[in-house]
Protein backbone atom coordinates (compact mmCIF):
# COMPACT_ATOMS: atom_id res chain seq x y z
CA UNK A 1 0.00 0.00 0.00
CA UNK A 2 1.51 3.34 -1.34
CA UNK A 3 0.85 5.79 1.57
CA UNK A 4 -1.87 8.76 1.17
CA UNK A 5 -0.96 12.15 0.25
CA UNK A 6 -2.98 14.79 2.47
CA UNK A 7 -3.71 12.45 5.21
CA UNK A 8 -4.52 14.51 8.43
CA UNK A 9 -6.82 13.29 11.52
CA UNK A 10 -9.66 15.33 10.03
CA UNK A 11 -9.74 13.07 7.16
CA UNK A 12 -9.07 9.65 9.47
CA UNK A 13 -12.50 10.68 11.34
CA UNK A 14 -14.22 10.91 8.32
CA UNK A 15 -13.39 7.34 7.40
CA UNK A 16 -14.02 6.11 11.01
CA UNK A 17 -17.50 7.57 10.98
CA UNK A 18 -18.43 6.12 7.79
CA UNK A 19 -17.10 3.04 9.12
CA UNK A 20 -18.82 2.92 12.31
CA UNK A 21 -22.23 3.76 10.72
CA UNK A 22 -21.76 1.11 8.32
CA UNK A 23 -19.95 -1.60 10.52
CA UNK A 24 -20.80 -0.62 13.93
CA UNK A 25 -18.98 1.47 16.57
CA UNK A 26 -17.74 -1.75 18.11
CA UNK A 27 -16.59 -3.31 15.10
CA UNK A 28 -13.91 -0.67 14.45
CA UNK A 29 -10.55 -1.03 14.43
CA UNK A 30 -7.25 0.58 13.87
CA UNK A 31 -6.55 -2.23 11.12
CA UNK A 32 -9.69 -1.78 9.66
CA UNK A 33 -9.49 1.86 9.35
CA UNK A 34 -6.14 1.75 7.53
CA UNK A 35 -7.24 -0.86 5.28
CA UNK A 36 -9.87 1.98 4.32
CA UNK A 37 -7.43 4.61 3.90
CA UNK A 38 -5.05 2.60 2.09
CA UNK A 39 -2.45 2.84 4.63
CA UNK A 40 -0.46 0.49 6.95
CA UNK A 41 -1.73 0.45 10.37
CA UNK A 42 1.15 1.84 12.09
CA UNK A 43 0.58 5.41 10.04
CA UNK A 44 -2.07 5.96 12.20
CA UNK A 45 -0.46 6.81 14.98
CA UNK A 46 1.19 9.74 13.34
CA UNK A 47 -2.26 11.09 13.71
CA UNK A 48 -3.77 9.73 16.72
CA UNK A 49 -2.29 7.74 19.57
CA UNK A 50 -4.64 4.65 19.24
CA UNK A 51 -8.04 3.41 19.20
CA UNK A 52 -8.80 4.96 22.74
CA UNK A 53 -8.66 8.55 21.17
CA UNK A 54 -9.99 7.58 18.05
CA UNK A 55 -13.24 6.84 20.14
CA UNK A 56 -12.95 9.75 22.25
CA UNK A 57 -12.86 11.91 18.64
CA UNK A 58 -15.26 9.73 17.51
CA UNK A 59 -17.43 10.45 20.46
CA UNK A 60 -16.90 14.54 20.68
CA UNK A 61 -17.36 14.83 16.88
CA UNK A 62 -20.65 12.52 17.36
CA UNK A 63 -22.09 14.77 20.38
CA UNK A 64 -21.03 17.88 18.30
CA UNK A 65 -22.93 16.60 14.84
CA UNK A 66 -25.92 15.54 17.55
CA UNK A 67 -25.75 19.34 19.28
CA UNK A 68 -25.82 20.95 15.51
CA UNK A 69 -29.07 18.80 14.42
CA UNK A 70 -30.98 19.42 18.02
CA UNK A 71 -30.32 23.15 17.66
CA UNK A 72 -31.15 23.60 14.02
CA UNK A 73 -34.69 21.22 15.40
CA UNK A 74 -35.03 23.96 18.26
CA UNK A 75 -33.78 26.85 16.61
CA UNK A 76 -37.40 28.53 16.01
CA UNK A 77 -39.73 29.30 18.92
CA UNK A 78 -41.86 26.33 19.89
CA UNK A 79 -44.26 25.74 23.01
CA UNK A 80 -44.87 22.96 25.29
CA UNK A 81 -45.07 19.35 23.24
CA UNK A 82 -43.89 21.27 19.92
CA UNK A 83 -40.34 21.50 21.55
CA UNK A 84 -40.15 18.07 22.92
CA UNK A 85 -41.01 16.44 19.19
CA UNK A 86 -38.90 18.62 17.85
CA UNK A 87 -35.55 17.70 20.28
CA UNK A 88 -36.85 14.15 19.95
CA UNK A 89 -36.88 13.92 16.18
CA UNK A 90 -34.00 15.64 15.51
CA UNK A 91 -32.51 13.16 18.18
CA UNK A 92 -33.75 10.11 16.25
CA UNK A 93 -32.85 11.52 12.43
CA UNK A 94 -29.62 11.64 14.09
CA UNK A 95 -29.53 8.11 15.18
CA UNK A 96 -30.91 6.72 11.87
CA UNK A 97 -28.67 8.84 9.80
CA UNK A 98 -25.50 7.97 12.21
CA UNK A 99 -25.70 4.67 13.61
CA UNK A 100 -21.90 4.72 14.52
CA UNK A 101 -21.70 7.70 15.73
CA UNK A 102 -25.06 7.33 18.19
CA UNK A 103 -23.05 4.36 19.85
CA UNK A 104 -19.95 6.66 20.31
CA UNK A 105 -21.78 8.99 22.37
CA UNK A 106 -23.77 6.64 25.11
CA UNK A 107 -21.41 6.50 27.47
CA UNK A 108 -20.89 9.76 30.32
CA UNK A 109 -17.74 11.21 29.37
CA UNK A 110 -14.86 10.75 31.77
CA UNK A 111 -13.85 13.52 34.77
CA UNK A 112 -11.07 13.96 33.86
CA UNK A 113 -12.17 15.29 29.55
CA UNK A 114 -13.39 18.65 30.08
CA UNK A 115 -13.76 18.94 25.89
CA UNK A 116 -16.06 16.03 26.30
CA UNK A 117 -17.91 16.96 29.32
CA UNK A 118 -18.59 20.15 27.65
CA UNK A 119 -20.12 18.64 24.58
CA UNK A 120 -22.01 16.52 27.01
CA UNK A 121 -23.56 19.34 28.57
CA UNK A 122 -24.43 21.51 25.16
CA UNK A 123 -26.79 18.25 24.54
CA UNK A 124 -28.22 18.07 28.09
CA UNK A 125 -28.65 21.98 27.47
CA UNK A 126 -30.70 21.78 24.77
CA UNK A 127 -32.71 18.96 26.30
CA UNK A 128 -33.17 21.43 29.11
CA UNK A 129 -34.45 24.05 26.98
CA UNK A 130 -36.92 22.17 24.91
CA UNK A 131 -38.61 21.15 28.12
CA UNK A 132 -38.46 24.84 29.76
CA UNK A 133 -42.06 25.24 28.63
CA UNK A 134 -43.09 22.93 31.90
CA UNK A 135 -41.45 25.06 34.34
CA UNK A 136 -40.21 22.17 36.16
CA UNK A 137 -37.83 22.64 39.20
CA UNK A 138 -33.75 21.97 38.14
CA UNK A 139 -33.96 18.91 39.75
CA UNK A 140 -37.03 17.74 38.14
CA UNK A 141 -35.83 19.16 34.78
CA UNK A 142 -32.57 16.94 35.12
CA UNK A 143 -35.35 13.77 35.58
CA UNK A 144 -37.37 14.92 32.86
CA UNK A 145 -34.54 15.20 30.09
CA UNK A 146 -32.99 11.19 31.69
CA UNK A 147 -36.48 10.12 31.07
CA UNK A 148 -36.86 11.64 27.64
CA UNK A 149 -33.15 10.31 26.93
CA UNK A 150 -34.54 6.91 27.98
CA UNK A 151 -37.59 7.08 25.81
CA UNK A 152 -35.56 8.39 22.59
CA UNK A 153 -32.93 5.89 23.26
CA UNK A 154 -34.99 2.64 23.89
CA UNK A 155 -37.10 3.67 20.63
CA UNK A 156 -33.61 3.72 18.61
CA UNK A 157 -32.70 0.48 20.44
CA UNK A 158 -35.89 -1.25 19.46
CA UNK A 159 -36.17 0.06 15.49
CA UNK A 160 -32.10 -0.78 15.34
CA UNK A 161 -32.93 -4.34 16.28
CA UNK A 162 -36.22 -4.98 14.13
CA UNK A 163 -38.43 -4.55 17.54
CA UNK A 164 -41.07 -3.20 15.34
CA UNK A 165 -42.76 -6.02 13.80
CA UNK A 166 -46.47 -4.57 13.95
CA UNK A 167 -47.87 -3.48 10.64
CA UNK A 168 -48.09 0.38 12.39
CA UNK A 169 -45.53 2.60 11.54
CA UNK A 170 -42.92 3.29 13.79
CA UNK A 171 -42.84 6.83 13.52
CA UNK A 172 -46.80 7.07 14.08
CA UNK A 173 -45.84 5.31 17.34
CA UNK A 174 -43.02 7.63 18.18
CA UNK A 175 -44.77 10.74 18.15
CA UNK A 176 -47.74 8.92 20.24
CA UNK A 177 -45.00 8.52 22.71
CA UNK A 178 -43.71 11.93 22.88
CA UNK A 179 -46.95 12.83 22.98
CA UNK A 180 -47.44 10.36 25.70
CA UNK A 181 -44.51 12.10 27.90
CA UNK A 182 -45.71 15.28 27.20
CA UNK A 183 -48.81 14.55 28.22
CA UNK A 184 -47.27 13.31 32.03
CA UNK A 185 -45.07 16.29 31.94
CA UNK A 186 -48.08 18.93 31.68
CA UNK A 187 -49.41 17.24 34.84
CA UNK A 188 -46.55 17.83 36.58
CA UNK A 189 -46.21 21.62 35.97
CA UNK A 190 -50.11 21.62 37.08
CA UNK A 191 -49.39 19.85 40.07
CA UNK A 192 -50.77 16.52 39.77
CA UNK A 193 -47.92 14.78 41.44
Not at 15 to 30: H, I, K, P, V
Not at 60 to 87: I, N, S, W
Not at 104 to 126: F, H, N, S, T, Y
Not at 138 to 144: K, L, Q, R, S, V
Amino acid sequence: MSPRSGLDQAAILAAASELADSQGFEALTLATLAHKLNIRPPSLYNHIAGLPELRRLLALDGLTRLTEQLTRRLEEEAAGEEAVYRYGEGYLAFARRHPGLYEAIQRAPAPDDPPLQAAAEQVVGLGLKALAPYRLSPDEAIHAVRGIRSLLHGFVLLEKQGGFGLPQHPDASFRFALAAYASGLKQLRSGAR
